[in-house]
Each structure stands twice: as structure tokens, then as C-alpha cells.
């Protein structure tokens, strides 16, 4: 039997599943050759456009994410491929496996081979789930939307030779076997001329094939979801994974669940707006906003969970000044012994902070902030832990 | 079990919403004050307006409840149920709108509230006065605090509003009076002077053939097709329109006070009713709307009113809104229009189980752009109910709406997304055809499905990738975040410019 490896050098982790599984593919496209920096001749093109450092840092906690936590027993996770294009490839390491890949570098050539090899895997059950993560540039003219790859820019008579072309991506993805598909774009939308007047640019990958699904029963559900409305932009801090992917992961963990037949399940029913609430929450100092977007929808099972779903949760004190002074934690109503510190000054390491994020179970709690001087009253607040987040003030 | 009465109250609206604002009830405590093992999680939709009601019953508890407006703002109650016959009431009152005639589009998401409102639109019109005065002082050196623009932005973003082109192009504007340029003329001496190739009108509506519609992909095709199609093109008579303002707003509200006149008689003898475009100025350019009429077809029923909101004047920048007053699928457009499909797919399910849809789709009613409105949502709801009750109607709005784009894509996307054998592929590629032919979609969604249908069969059909190339590079002037097509037809550059 092949080495799926040998085959696939952006493959970094393979499990041979009995029945449909899920096949990740999640590219970070964040170096850019003909951009300034880049290294290499730079292109006419540049539409001011910089290097990025989130895209592969983003891309990278994603695949992390699903190769050590993704635990679906309705379709187990059975690829993961990695795409980064970062100043200085690195090794990335399988957290599971412990095996360390270098993995392709975000040229087009590498992204098309990438695409078509986490279909062609997919391909083999009707039923199999496929998620796609990009984060990179993205520009934006009307309907249509195109993905820059690392060496957009390199031809100069046609620099979107080196994108993504949305539209006939999606389209050509539609006629393809895996009936669920999930793709999230966290990436620019910005408007500009080389989109409207290069509407047909950019790659489509997939040549649509109409009788690609005739044999098969099951309903196509495909769910593309933006990380940014139209003419805003896709944000992350310097070296740090992008807002959107740490809202998708928080999505994962258990922030889009809903329970059905007794089942908890993480569904698109409401990422655009769990996305934009986490997207939001980290940009309320400044003045940008970063609402998630969708133009189509699908109601997609992402992930059957295997214990009660764990919600964020945003705790912070009425009297921020307090921080140092009290212990916080919450309390599982009518569970004795089911508490959860949250802030403890006397820990080694503790820092001050405005607020303080935990997961905890959805259920009935006791938040707490007991003052370590003796004498003073705790504060309290009983609070519901329910999808898709909870705050809690004290 | 207890019993939840529950409705949006929104004043001024003109038209009650039966099917308004998607609810979500969720149970957060049991009759004896536990979190239950497994809470009640379920959406309605309720009325908005000045009285109609929705109802839930549900066990005792207590409940979080969440409206979840087409603005996107979300408002929330705690209600405890107990139980009781009697009723336990939930109003949701949304923030009051800037001006009454504003109702509508309040709820719509396309305003802000009229403290949002008038905070922004009177701070912004102050800046313009200001630039504007300090431009025609030759002497005074412009200086606008750059913060002040920043701020501006700032609070337009936070007013949930679609506002941003209107704030880049007053940055744009603030730019280049700042650096001392025109925005609409170069030097003199090395250009010609610019003349507006499309000969903008601020508002009108111009009528196109039915039997003709084909042409429109060519007529919006380019500034100079335009120009040349529109001096063609007879104006779109016997509808009232009434013109409101504010500022930076303009409303058109249109009355579609006569249905009868505006058809032709089409090949089968039928009478096909006359195409509207409503066309805006943008700048040197305009908006082409495809404007959903007549709504409905049946001349006798009564018939809505249609609202074009204009921002920014007749500035290059500014959005532009289309929206219908229909009591039935208003809401479902509102939640279309702001792209929020989970929602309108709410509001679809809550109207099929009220059998809305089939009532829509059905010869009796006649309101076949209504029932596309709905089978578009449905469309992309598919995978939850395969084969939905109103599918066999799609093959109905194709056959008996000759005129009508939109039905014979529902239908060619369905059969596309069901297609078991050859011969529906075929018969899926000919309504798209069909489609095409019959010019542009009213609806957005309904280009996309055009768009990507096409090009699936593209690389086997030499017609159908003509067409898709054609669909395709109109593409990027359409406004993806309409529910109505709405295309930008922008005036070449002065320097393209024919004198």
C-alpha cells in the first residue's frame, strides 16, 4: 500500500478510518515572494500589500487543534494537510504522532497539488466531511473573491495566476464527492481594480464536473463562511495566530453545540455569529470592528462531541482594582466538589488581568470572589454556562 | 406546561410583519429552579409591529429569550414560566428610528437608531461644511484633524451600519482636499475634460422588454452599452414615487399604483409584465436595480410598497438598499439582504409550517418573485429537507413565468443539486440557459446560482460557457450584500474619457 506521505508532502496526519471521517486541509499563506520583503523580484502589483506573520502561525494552531483534539466519533478525523508560507519554513511538529514535516511552502503549484490531494482522499466515501482553513490576503469585487498565494505577483503580464479564484472554487468543489463541506476564509475582503478587471483571474483548482455527484444519494451541504464582511479586513496581531482562528477553535471546543437526540453536536447553525462575537470581544479597545460573514449556508454537523461541550467563559470584577485582592473560582450548582479556580493571586505566576477566560460545562454555577483578607464579604454570582459564550461580571 | 406571548413592537412600521424577528427561546432552569437535564432550545419567529402576537408553549421554567433583528443587533429577556393558562408576556422593543418614514429600514438593519443617528450624521455633515468653506479659501491652508476622521469611522462602525464605503469615500474626499487635488478633474492642460459617459439621472425607472431581456447582459455590460441602451429604453410609467430626505439620506418609497399597463403580449400570447430598472446616480456613474415588480403579479391583490434608501447623496460611494414592505416575506428579505441565511432559513421553516410557502408558490396567490425570495432561502437550507414540499412549484415558477429569470434558476439549481441522472443534468443546464436568456436575475443569490451552474457545465458546453463568461464579468460590479441585484455601472476614468 502507498505511503500516503510520499504521496502527499502536505499531509502531516493520516488515520485510516472504518466509514466517513474528516479530511482538514489548512493553509497559512503569510510570506509573500514579489511583495516588498519578499525576497525576490517584486511585482508592480503589490496593491500595498505586506508581509503577514499571523497566516502561518494561524494555520498551524488549526492542524495542532485537530490532530490533538478533534475526537468526532461520527466521523473521525482521518487527514490533516498543512500548507505554510512563513519567511523561514519551519518544521511542523504532529503533536500525536510526534513525527516532524516539512511542509510545502504556499506556491501555487504546491497549494493546487495540496487541494486536489485532500479531496482525492476524501473522495473515496460520499459521506466524508472536508474543512478547509486559509488565512492569507484576500481582495474582493463584488461577488467575486480571490486568495493570494505566495507567489501572486511572479508574472507580471498576470499576477493572479498566483490566487485563488473563489467563485469557480467553490463551484468546482460543489460538484465533487464529499457531501460536507466547511470552508472558512479568514482573510481580507478589501476592494480593489485588479479584482473587478481580472474577474475570470485566479486559479479555480477544481474543474467542475456536472455528473461528479449522480451516483450519489446523500444532499451536498456546502457552508463557506468569511471571516470579514465585504470591504473590511481580516485581523491578527503580529506573530500571533489571527482572531478568527482562535474564534474557530473556540467554535470547536464547543461554543457552536447544540444537543440533538441526546447527542451534542458542534453544527454551522451559528458560527457566523459565535465567529464574529469571539472576533469582536478581542478588538473592543480599538476602533475596528470584524463581523464574520456568509453569503450561502448549510447546516453541517462539524464534530459529535464525546462529553458535555465546554463554553467560554468571560469573567471579570465590577472593581477591576480588586484583582490582586480576591481569589475567584466557580462553583458547580448541586455538584459538590465541582469547582474550577479561575484567579488565584498567590499562584506562582499570577498576573493582574481585566479578565479572565475559562471553558467550563454547561450547567447552573457559583462564581465567587472570596478576599483573601478575612472579614469581607465574598462577592457572588449564580450564572447559567450556556452556548455560545457566557460573561460573567462580579 | 406555561405559555409565552411574545411580539417585536416596532411603531410606525406602516405594515405589520407577521413573520418579523427570529426568537430563540432556551431554557435555563427547571420548575424547581435546576438546570435541567435537557432544556428546552427552540426558535419561533414573532410579529413586529404595533400589535400581532406570536405564542410558545413550553414547560414551566425559566427562559432566556434572544430577538435576533436583520440588523444584527440582539436584544434579550428573562422570563419565569409557570403552570398557568395565563400567558407570559415578552415585548421586545427595538431603539426608535431617526425619522418615522425610517421605520421600516430601521428594522431592516440599513439605519441606525435615532440617537446613533443624529450623533454621526450631524458630526459628519459638520466636516463637510468645513472642508468644503476651507476649499474655497485659496489662502487657508486645509487642515482636518485626522482623528476627527478616525472618529467619524469609529462611530459609524459601531452603528452596525453598511457604512463603510460612505466613510471611505469621505476619507477619500477629506484626502484629497487635504492634498490639494479634485477628485473628478486633472490638470488642465493634459486631459480632457471628463464628461459623464452614462449620463446619470439621480432617480428614474426605465423599462425593459421582457422579450428582449437577454440584451440587459450586454447593456450593463459597459458605461458606452449602457448609454447606448439606455437611450432606447422608455421610462417605466404608472408607479408613484415619493421622495423623502435627510441629510445624507434619500428615501424613494414606490407605489406600485398601476399593474395592468405595464405588459406586453409575449410569443404564446400571454402577457408578460414589463422589466423595471430602477437606476440611481453614483457619482459619474449609476446603480442599475432590477426592481422586484410587480409584486405580486395578480393586478387585483393589494401590492406593497418598494424602498430604495440611498446614502451619501449621489456621491461614488454610499449604499444602496432595495427592500419590499410585504408582510409575509419582509422579513425574510430583511435577513437575506444583511446575509444572515440562518435566520431567513428560520423564518422560511416557521412560513412552511404555516404553509406560507405553498400559499406563495401556488397559482392562487401569484406572487412568483415572493415564492423565488423563498425558494432561494430553501435552496440553501436543502440539506436539512431534501425534498421539500413546495420542490415540484420550481418547475411551475420556470414553466408559467416565462419572463422570470429567477424561477427557471430555482428550478435549474434544484434539479442541479438533486440530479440522479443525465437527463437531469440536461434538463438542469437548459433552465440555466433558459435563465439567461430570459436577462438578469432579480435576485442575487439567483446570479450566483446562475454564475456557478454555468460554469459547471462550461468546459462541455461552448453556449453555456459563453454565457458564464458573460455572468461572470458582471460579477464583480454586483453588490453582494443585496438581496435585488443591484449593479454598479461606474463612468470610466477622466482619462478614459471621450471628449
Request: aromatic share 8%.
Amino acid at each position: 500500500m502507498p505511503d500516503p506521505f510520499v504521496e502527499d508532502p502536505s499531509l502531516v496526519h493520516h488515520v485510516d478510518v472504518n466509514g466517513p471521517g474528516t479530511h482538514v486541509i489548512s493553509l497559512g499563506i503569510g510570506h509573500y515572494d514579489h511583495l516588498e520583503g519578499g525576497g525576490q523580484a517584486p511585482t508592480r502589483h503589490h496593491l500595498n500589500l505586506k508581509q503577514l506573520t499571523s497566516p502561518p502561525i494561524s494555520a498551524r494552531k488549526v492542524a495542532a487543534w485537530f490532530i490533538e483534539n478533534f475526537d468526532c466519533t461520527e466521523s473521525p478525523l482521518a487527514s490533516v494537510s498543512l500548507v505554510l508560507s512563513e519567511r523561514q519554513s519551519a518544521e511542523f511538529r504532529n503533536g500525536r504522532t510526534g513525527r516532524t514535516f516539512t511542509v510545502p511552502t504556499g506556491l501555487t503549484e504546491e497549494v493546487r497539488s495540496a487541494l486536489r490531494a485532500w479531496v482525492r482522499r476524501a473522495e473515496v466515501d460520499p459521506q466524508n466531511r472536508i474543512m478547509l482553513y486559509f488565512s492569507g490576503h484576500g481582495l474582493s469585487e463584488g461577488l467575486q473573491n480571490l486568495y493570494l498565494l505566495r507567489d501572486y505577483g511572479k508574472d507580471s503580464d498576470d499576477p493572479l495566476a498566483g490566487a485563488l479564484n473563489y467563485q469557480s472554487f467553490i463551484a468546482g468543489l460543489a460538484t465533487r464527492k464529499p457531501s460536507n463541506q466547511f470552508l472558512l476564509f479568514d482573510a481580507c475582503r478589501s476592494a480593489d481594480q485588479i479584482a473587478a478587471l481580472n474577474r475570470n483571474g485566479g486559479q479555480p483548482i477544481f474543474a467542475a464536473v456536472p455528473d461528479g455527484r449522480l451516483e450519489i444519494t446523500q444532499p451536498m451541504r456546502q457552508c463557506p463562511i468569511f471571516s470579514t464582511e465585504v470591504d473590511r479586513q481580516a485581523l491578527g496581531r503580529p506573530n500571533e495566530e489571527s482572531l478568527c482562528a482562535r474564534a474557530f477553535i473556540r467554535v470547536m471546543n464547543g461554543a457552536c453545540c447544540t444537543k440533538e437526540e441526546n447527542e451534542w453536536y458542534i453544527t454551522t447553525d451559528r458560527i457566523v455569529e459565535a465567529l464574529t462575537y469571539f472576533q469582536n470581544r478581542e478588538l473592543r479597545k480599538s476602533e475596528r470592528r470584524q463581523p464574520a460573514d456568509a453569503n450561502s449556508y448549510a447546516r453541517i454537523h462539524l464534530r459529535r462531541l464525546t462529553r458535555t461541550p465546554s463554553i467560554p467563559v468571560f469573567v471579570r470584577l465590577g472593581d477591576p482594582t480588586l484583582a490582586s485582592r480576591v481569589r475567584i473560582e466557580a462553583v458547580r450548582v448541586r455538584q459538590t466538589g465541582s469547582r474550577r479556580l479561575v484567579s488565584d493571586p498567590k499562584s506562582e505566576g499570577w498576573q493582574a488581568k481585566e479578565e479572565w477566560e475559562i471553558e467550563l460545562e454547561i450547567g447552573e454555577y457559583t462564581f465567587r470572589a472570596e478576599h483573601l483578607e478575612p472579614g469581607q464579604p465574598p462577592i457572588t454570582s449564580d450564572e447559567t454556562v450556556m452556548p455560545t459564550h457566557t460573561e460573567v461580571k462580579l | 406546561m406555561g405559555h409565552l406571548e411574545l411580539r417585536f413592537d416596532k411603531q410606525h412600521l406602516g405594515t405589520e410583519l407577521s413573520l418579523g424577528v427570529v426568537t430563540r427561546l432556551r431554557q435555563v432552569k427547571d420548575a424547581t429552579g435546576k438546570f435541567p437535564d435537557d432544556p428546552v432550545d427552540q426558535e419561533l419567529v414573532i410579529p413586529a409591529g404595533a400589535s400581532g402576537r406570536a405564542f410558545a408553549t413550553v414547560p414551566a421554567g425559566t427562559y432566556r429569550i434572544e430577538a435576533r433583528l436583520p440588523s444584527g443587533e440582539v436584544l434579550r429577556e428573562t422570563r419565569t414560566v409557570t403552570d398557568s393558562p395565563q400567558g407570559v408576556e415578552v415585548i421586545f422593543k427595538g431603539s426608535s428610528s431617526p425619522r418615522e418614514w425610517l421605520s421600516w429600514q430601521r428594522l431592516a438593519g440599513n439605519v441606525p437608531s435615532q440617537e446613533q443617528y443624529e450623533g454621526w450624521i450631524n458630526e459628519l455633515a459638520e466636516q463637510i461644511v468645513k472642508a468644503a468653506n476651507a476649499r474655497e479659501s485659496a489662502a487657508k491652508p486645509i487642515q482636518i484633524d485626522p482623528t476627527v476622521i478616525r472618529k467619524l469611522a469609529t462611530q459609524a462602525r459601531e452603528l452596525h451600519l453598511k457604512l463603510q464605503p460612505t466613510i471611505q469615500a469621505f476619507g477619500r474626499f477629506f484626502g484629497k482636499v487635504m492634498a490639494g487635488s479634485d477628485a473628478d478633474s486633472g490638470p488642465a492642460d493634459t486631459q480632457p475634460t471628463p464628461q459623464a459617459a452614462v449620463e446619470p439621472v439621480e432617480f428614474e425607472l426605465v423599462q425593459a422588454d421582457p422579450r428582449a431581456a437577454e440584451a440587459l447582459w450586454d447593456a450593463v455590460s459597459s458605461p458606452t452599452a449602457w448609454t447606448e441602451w439606455k437611450r432606447t429604453a422608455s421610462p417605466y410609467v404608472a408607479q408613484a414615487i415619493h421622495r423623502t430626505d435627510d441629510r445624507q439620506l434619500t428615501l424613494w418609497r414606490i407605489e406600485q399604483s398601476e399593474r395592468i399597463a405595464n405588459n406586453v403580449v409575449g410569443p404564446s400570447g400571454a402577457y408578460l409584465p414589463l422589466r423595471c430598472l430602477a437606476v440611481m446616480q453614483r457619482g459619474r456613474g449609476v446603480d442599475v436595480i432590477t426592481l422586484p415588480v410587480p409584486w405580486p403579479l395578480d393586478p387585483y391583490l393589494p401590492a406593497p410598497d418598494l424602498e430604495v434608501l440611498r446614502e451619501a447623496g449621489t456621491s461614488d460611494s454610499g449604499r444602496t438598499t432595495t427592500t419590499v414592505r410585504d408582510n409575509v416575506v419582509g422579513g425574510l428579505l430583511m435577513y437575506l439582504n444583511n446575509g444572515q441565511m440562518r435566520d431567513a432559513a428560520t423564518v422560511l421553516i416557521e412560513a412552511q409550517r404555516k404553509g406560507l410557502i405553498e400559499e406563495l408558490m401556488s397559482e392562487k396567490a401569484r406572487n412568483p418573485l415572493a415564492a423565488c425570495a423563498a425558494a432561494y432561502v430553501g435552496l440553501a437550507t436543502l440539506s436539512d429537507n431534501q425534498n421539500p414540499r413546495w420542490a415540484p412549484w420550481l418547475k411551475n415558477l420556470k414553466d408559467w413565468f416565462p419572463w422570470l429569470p429567477d424561477g427557471a434558476i430555482v428550478h435549474g439549481a434544484y434539479v442541479m443539486q438533486s440530479a440522479k441522472t443525465r437527463d437531469d443534468l440536461r434538463d438542469a443546464l437548459a433552465s440555466l440557459k433558459d435563465a439567461y436568456r430570459r436577462g438578469i436575475p432579480f435576485y442575487t443569490a439567483g446570479f450566483r446560482h446562475l454564475m456557478n451552474g454555468l460554469y459547471a457545465f462550461s468546459d462541455e458546453d461552448a453556449e453555456a460557457k459563453a454565457m458564464h463568461e458573460k455572468v461572470a464579468s458582471i460579477a464583480a460590479r454586483v453588490d453582494p450584500n443585496q438581496a435585488f441585484n443591484q449593479i454598479t455601472i461606474a463612468a470610466p476614468p477622466p482619462s478614459q474619457a471621450v471628449k
